[in-house]
């Protein structure tokens, strides 16, 4: 038996990506055989990677689809009649990107109408949270199982840039947020709240985005044009662009705070990602990011940013609530690890194929 997991891009250090490497290393470990098939792959994993269009497949495989945006790919799967399974990580809404790429626009207008066409070609469905699981059975898909994104925890504890860290380390409060720089992610968002905490609170703070900029160049450039617009600088407001897993470690060590405004999450693996440090979060309620957090953080009803920057300061200077939090935040960390162990999808797997 072989096991083979198919996705548009495979990339380093995206969560998706992460997830299928981490099931892959895990199949390996018990001596099964398994392998990764994809479109563009990065240089920086491409040892774990076959490109679609050299994919020869073998007999009695069962073949995995992680389904996020559409591709060729989709058509390999309309057409397969073998062991398949989907896992679906969502979608971002495409009026996200209105007005920003008209080609993004299209590719998840299409993503999602071709979604409707699967609802009866895999064998298992899976999503990785009850919010994506909502949206596959709108689309008239049934018998979904729910299952999270695979990460390890133990990753998190290795090595990690100090020169990196140094950069953060200036007496200024750093609040985080992690992700890629695209419209759903509401950047915009973060960047004026900066500007009515230095105005309402203090100067002595930092907002750190750590991602991808490159996504949306037109969106990126709006947020430039903001940053200008209300007088921040580099000091003040910190993009890393795409980093290296060691200067990630480092960045998420120097957060006081993880702040979300994010209008849509199919999961928001670095909530989590917080919780391993133990960083105390405070997230706009989107998508998935109430069951996401399950309890271990503060949810955001509401952008007055005035409200969102009198709780901010309460967490940065009132250790009660941030102990609290941090506590909230490893007890989350460690019920996570055990949701998440692969030997469950695993399971899960050979429960469907089992003959």
């Known amino acids: 038996m072989v096991i083979d997991q198919f996705l548009s891009g495979f990339h380093y250090g995206d969560a998706i990506g992460n997830s299928v490497l981490r099931f892959h290393k895990f199949l390996i470990s018990k001596g099964l055989k398994s392998r990764i098939v994809a479109i563009t792959i990065d240089d920086e994993v491409k040892e774990y990677c076959t490109l679609f269009n050299e994919y020869k497949e073998e007999e009695d495989s069962i073949k ?14 309309l057409k397969n009649t073998g062991k398949n399974i989907l896992i679906y990580h969502n979608i971002t809404p495409s009026e996200y990107f209105k007005g920003f790429s008209e080609e993004l626009v299209s590719l998840t207008e299409k993503g999602r109408k071709e979604l409707s066409l699967f609802t009866d070609k895999f064998d298992l469905v899976i999503a990785d949270s009850n919010f994506n699981a909502s949206e596959l059975k709108e689309i008239g898909f049934s018998n979904i199982r729910t299952f999270p994104i695979m990460i390890s925890r133990a990753e998190y504890k290795g090595e990690y840039s100090k020169s ?13 947020f992690v992700g890629r720089v695209t419209p759903n992610k509401k950047i915009e968002d973060l960047i004026k ?13 930092r907002l750190i985005i750590a991602g991808n900029m490159d996504s949306v160049p037109h969106y990126f450039s709006s947020l430039i044009s903001l940053k200008d617009k209300l007088g921040l600088d580099i000091e003040e407001l910190f993009f890393t662009g795409h980093i290296p897993f060691p200067e990630l470690i480092s960045v998420y060590r120097s957060a006081d705070l993880f702040l979300s405004m994010s209008e849509h999450e199919g999961f928001c693996l670095p909530l989590i990602e917080s919780a391993f440090f133990r960083i105390p979060v405070i997230a706009y309620k ?7 957090l399950s309890g271990s953080g503060i949810l955001l009803s509401n952008k007055d940013l005035e409200k969102v920057v009198m709780v901010a300061d309460k967490v940065l200077n009132d250790k009660n609530i941030s102990n609290k939090l941090a506590k909230a935040a490893g007890s989350r960390a460690d019920d996570y690890e055990k949701e998440s162990d692969p030997g469950i ?11």
């Open 345 to 355: 999808l695993l399971k899960l797997i050979l429960e469907e194929f089992d003959d």
């Open 193 to 205: 709240f900066l500007s009515v905490y230095k105005k309402i609170i203090s100067d002595n703070v």
């Open 164 to 176: 990196y860290e140094d950069i953060f380390k200036d007496g200024r409060k750093n609040i985080l």
């Open 286 to 292: 989107a998508g998935a990011v109430e069951e996401t």
């Open 64 to 77: 995995i689809y992680h389904y996020a945006i559409s591709s060729p790919i989709n058509d390999y799967f």
